[in-house]
Nanobody
Framework: QVQLVESGGGLVQAGDSLRLSCAAS?????????MGWFRQAPGKEREFVAG????????GYADSLKGRFRISRDNAKNTVTLQMNSLKPEDTAVYYC???????????????WGKGTLVTVSS
């Protein structure tokens, strides 16, 4: 069983930056899996934010977030990180870490989810 644990959420002001991290644990190696982030705002469906392939050389982002968010991973530490800059109130959501096998960097089929971490951006 794979466990994903997010950290780094919190309350920030508009324009601030925040870094989310996700630590993965299991008896398996994580180097062959794509990982990424989704978010769900109050009253809205969960949406794709960013994804990264197993080697870290290919990434994908939601079109509306390109240029502000950056995803990276460290396979030696089994972690994936989301750097969020120039945050806006509309970025307020619960952010979920995801692991997908064979789905590409947009993680069209997620095999494992974290429990989520809340990001609140005040205006």
């Amino acid at each position: 069983q794979v466990q994903l644990v997010e950290s780094g959420g919190g309350l920030v002001q508009a324009g601030d930056s925040l870094r989310l991290s996700c630590a993965a644990s299991s008896g398996r190696t994580f180097s062959s899996y794509a990982m990424g982030w989704f978010r769900q705002a109050p009253g809205k469906e969960r949406e794709f934010v960013a994804g990264i392939n197993w080697s870290g050389d290919t990434t994908g982002y939601a079109d509306s977030l390109k240029g502000r968010f950056r995803i990276s991973r460290d396979n030696a530490k089994n972690t994936v990180t989301l750097q969020m800059n120039s945050l806006k109130p509309e970025d307020t959501a619960v952010y979920y870490c995801a692991l997908a096998y064979g789905s590409g960097v947009r993680l069209t089929t997620v095999n494992y989810w974290g429990k989520g971490t809340l990001v609140t951006v005040s205006s």
